[in-house]
C-alpha cells in the first residue's frame, strides 16, 4: 500500500612470461540511484542555429519550415523568449506564418527555383530558470473531470499507441497500487529508466519497439513513457527543443556530480497534473523538472506531429538528379549563468540515474531491484592447433561509428509527385574533450568471472595535437573510485591513431603481461603525454555500470571527487583462462 511520504531535500626467441594474478575484494552500493535535488540555475542564453541548404538541380520548389519558440512557465522551469529573429542569405519568395492546431507558431519560407546555396540564420535570447523548491500535488490517482483542450493528450497514436493491449496490461500492472497521480508517473518512469538502453540510430522510433527491444533514443523515451501515461489516463504531450552542451555541477556528499548533455535536437514530455498545470519531465533521467539547459520550442501529440520545427521540402522536375544536401549547426553563449544544486541519494528508486525534486504527496518507494551488471558474450575461437578458447566481449559496445556529425542529416523521403521531405534528426554528438590538460578521465568496469586481459578499447576520436595515449588500469578502491595501480597497456603514438571520419574503437594492447583478472571492480584510465586533441565518446546514463562508475581527477583534486552522469563508450576483449 502507498504510504505517506516527503522526499527529503538533499533528493620465436627466447622470452618470459610474467603471470600477473589480481584477486581483489570489491564493494558496489546495492541501493537505487534516485537522487533528491533542490537549488536551481538562472541563465541568459544568446542562441543561434545556421543552416546552409544545396538544392538539386532541377529543384522548383524549396520550403523550409520553423515554429518560433514561445515563452513557457511551469513550477520547476521557465523560459522567456526575446529577440526571434531569422534571416536568409537571399530572401524567399514567399513567407507563411500561422498557428497549428496544438498553438506552435510555425513559419514557412518558400523559393521557387532555388539554385544557389542557401544559408539561414535563426536567434534567440533565452531567459531559462530551472527552481527546485518543494512542489505539492494532491493530484489524485486516476485521474477525473480533465478540461477538453487536455483530454487530447489522451489520444493513441502510431507512436504512442495506448490503447494497445500489451500497453495497457503493463501500464496497469505498474500503477496498480499508486494512490497519486505522482506515485503513478514516478513507477512508469523508474522501470522505464531502468529497462530501455540508448541508442543513437533505433530502427524504430515508436513506443511498441522500445517495448519489445528495450532500446531507443530521445524520441522512443518519450513515446514510451506517453504510452504508458495515456493508457492509465494521464494526459502527455512530446516536447521537441535543443539541448546545450554546458555543464553544470550537482553536490554531492563527498564531491561532484557534472551534469552535461549533447547540444543538438532532443525530444522530452510534458505531464498535466490538475493543480500543477503542465509538469516538464525528461524520461531519459528527469522527473518533475528540466534543467534551464533545455530550450522548449514545438508540442504536439507524438513526433509525427511535431513535425514543423526543422521540416525541409522541395519539389524537383522529372529528370532531377542527387539529392540536396543540408548541414545544421546549433551554438549558444551563457551571456549569464548563475545556480547551484545539491543532492542526496536515496536507498529506493531505479538501478540507473533519476533526478527529482522534492515532492509532497503520498507515494510510494519503489524498492531497488538489483540487475545484470551489463551486456556479455562469447565467441569460440579455433587456434592453429585446433583447441578452442573461449573468448570474452563485455563493455558500452553501442555508439555511432565513423559518422561526422556536423553534416549528418535524417532520412529523406519520397512523398510522391516529386515531393521530397527530410525531417528534424536527433542524431547528436555525445563526447568529452579527454586529453584536457590538467585532467584525468577514469571509466569502471565489473568482471562476474575470471578473466585473462588482451585489450581494451575505447571509441575515440583524434583532432590533432601530439603525444601518446594509453591506459592505465587500476583496482576499486572499496568506496567507488580508482585504487591500486595494476598495469598499463602499449602505448600508442598519436601520429600512429588513425585521424578518421567519426569515432571509432581504438585498440589498447595489455598482452605483454598475461594479465589474469578476477571477479571484481576494475577502472580504466585514459593516460597520454604532449599535447593530443581526442575525444572520447560517451553515452547518456549508465547502460552497463554503476551511477558512480565514471570520473575525473584534477591537478588540484586527485581524490577522483569529481562524478559524471554519463558512461563513456569502452569495451573489454579477453579470454577465459
Known sequence: MPIFARLKRLHTGYFKICIILFSISFSINL????????????????????????PVQGTKQLVL???????????????????????????????????????????????????????????????????????????????????????????????????????????????????????????ILTWIIDRVRYVQRPED????????????????????????MRAVGIPVRIVNGVTLKEPYQIQVTGGQLTMRMAQGRHSWIEVFFPDLGWVPFDPQQMQMFVSNRFIRVETGLDNDETVNDGTVRWTKSRNSSGNMKFNELIDAEFVQDKGQFFASKQLYGPKKMLFT????????????????????????????????TSRFIFGNLDFPEHINFYEVMG???????????????????????????????????????????????????????????????????????????????????LKKMPQSYGYQWIDFDFQKELLILKPGRY???????????????????????P???????????????????????????????
Open 31 to 54: 541501493c537505487g540511484e534516485n537522487y533528491l535535488l533542490n537549488g536551481g540555475q538562472a541563465s541568459q542564453i544568446a542562441y543561434r542555429m545556421d543552416q546552409r541548404i544545396q
Open 65 to 187: 519550415s520553423y515554429v518560433e519558440p514561445a515563452s513557457f512557465e511551469s513550477p520547476s522551469y521557465k523560459q522567456q523568449i526575446q529577440k526571434f529573429q531569422i534571416s536568409y542569405s537571399y530572401q524567399p519568395q514567399d513567407v507563411k506564418r500561422f498557428q497549428d492546431q496544438r498553438g506552435n507558431a510555425v513559419i514557412q519560407a518558400i523559393w521557387d527555383n532555388p539554385a544557389q546555396p542557401l544559408t539561414v540564420q535563426l536567434s534567440i535570447d533565452a531567459y531559462n530558470r530551472t527552481d527546485l523548491e518543494i512542489l505539492e500535488t494532491d493530484a489524485e490517482f486516476p485521474l477525473y473531470s480533465l478540461p477538453p483542450e487536455v483530454r487530447v493528450y489522451l489520444q493513441p497514436t502510431r507512436l504512442v499507441p495506448s490503447d494497445h493491449p500489451q500497453i495497457i496490461s503493463k501500464a496497469r500492472e505498474l500503477t496498480q497500487d499508486a494512490a497519486t497521480e505522482f506515485d503513478a508517473v514516478q513507477k
Open 205 to 228: 522510433y515508436s513506443a511498441i519497439y522500445s517495448l519489445k527491444t528495450g532500446k531507443g533514443n530521445c524520441q522512443n523515451y518519450s513515446h514510451l513513457a506517453a504510452t504508458f
Open 357 to 388: 525534486p522534492e515532492v509532497e504527496t503520498a507515494f510510494s518507494q519503489v524498492a531497488f531491484e538489483a540487475m545484470s551488471s551489463g551486456p556479455a558474450f562469447f565467441e569460440q575461437e579455433t587456434p592453429g592447433n585446433g583447441s578452442k
Open 411 to 493: 532520412d529523406i523521403e519520397d512523398a510522391g509527385n516529386g515531393e521530397m521531405l527530410l525531417r528534424k534528426n536527433f542524431i547528436v554528438e555525445t563526447a568529452e574533450f579527454a586529453t584536457t590538460e590538467g585532467k584525468k578521465y577514469a571509466q569502471t568496469f565489473l568482471l562476474d568471472n575470471t578473466v585473462v586481459l588482451d585489450t581494451i578499447s575505447l571509441a575515440l576520436q583524434k583532432f590533432g595535437g601530439d603525444g601518446q595515449l594509453w591506459i592505465e588500469l587500476f583496482t576499486d578502491d572499496g568506496q567507488g573510485k580508482p585504487g591500486i595501480y595494476l598495469s598499463g597497456s602499449e602505448m600508442i603514438p
Open 523 to 545: 577502472w580504466i584510465c585514459l593516460a597520454y603525454t604532449g599535447s593530443p586533441i581526442v575525444n572520447w565518446f560517451f553515452t547518456y546514463g549508465k547502460p552497463v555500470g
Open 547 to 577: 551511477g558512480d562508475g565514471t570520473r575525473y581527477n584534477t591537478l588540484f583534486d586527485t581524490s577522483w571527487s569529481h562524478s559524471l552522469a554519463f558512461e563513456f563508450n569502452y569495451r573489454v576483449l579477453g579470454k577465459y583462462p
